[in-house]
């Protein structure tokens, strides 16, 4: 099974901007493997800012967006707020089935 | 609207069997995957399988297969997820969620505790 890596933790000042990757140990992310960036704080249930690549939901801030960057699938966060600080996890698909990134603890401080 | 309401939270010895289900409403039950997710204390998401309630197509990680069992109930709109032996390894949050849109829509979670 393919090991999707992310930063374990970045921390990004307010109104700053951070980007958080996710790549995979099968080589290159690419459009095929239709990235998705999930957003969890603690005691919620994860509720997902980016599908395949870059697409956003109705709910999803404009200051969030995917990209593919260097081979990997990439989530950047521009002009951070307080209420962004928390785990970030990425899926990959590979073939119908998917895998969870190790996911990045974003702090905002 | 959409919404996935899961059953409670249980807990169980090891060795016991469970069941925990994902009831979907407000959309057409049988035309997108349902999706379960394990989280345990403390640590990261895992994606286990994923069911296909008009035919009850399933699809394991390999992490997962052989250890659960992901169906589906279409004639109650319902997802499943089943162990027929717990281990106290198997203490965690467990997320239902549709797959189609993005993963859009999440159950609330059912916290699984197994423990002597």
């Known amino acids: 099974q393919a090991v999707v890596t992310q930063e374990p933790s970045l921390t990004v000042s307010p109104g700053g901007t951070v980007t958080l990757t996710c790549g995979s140990s099968?080589?290159?992310?690419?459009?095929?493997?239709?990235p998705y960036w999930f957003q969890q704080r603690p005691g919620q249930a994860p509720r997902t800012l980016i599908y395949d690549t870059s697409n956003k939901h109705s709910w999803t801030p404009a200051r969030f967006s995917g990209s593919l960057l260097g081979g990997k699938a990439a989530l950047t966060l521009s002009g951070a707020q307080p209420e962004d600080e928390a785990e970030y996890y990425c899926l990959l698909s590979y073939g119908g089935r998917e895998v969870f990134g190790t996911g990045t603890k974003v702090t905002v401080l | 609207e959409v919404q996935l309401v899961q059953s409670g939270a249980e807990v169980r010895k090891p060795g016991e069997s469970l069941k925990i289900s994902c009831k979907a409403s407000g959309y057409s039950f049988t035309n997108y995957w349902i999706g379960w997710v394990r989280q345990m204390p403390g640590k990261g998401l895992e994606w286990m399988g994923i069911v296909y309630p008009a035919d009850s197509d399933t699809k394991y990680s390999p992490s997962f297969q052989g250890q659960v069992t992901i169906s589906a109930d279409k004639s109650i709109s319902t997802a499943y997820l089943h162990w027929s032996s717990l281990k106290a390894s198997d203490t965690a949050m467990y997320y239902c969620?549709?797959?189609?849109?993005?993963?859009?829509?999440w159950g609330q979670g059912t916290l699984v505790t197994v423990s002597s």
């Open positions: 969620a549709r797959r189609e849109g993005g993963y859009a829509y």
């Open positions: 099968t080589g290159a992310v690419t459009s095929g493997h239709y």
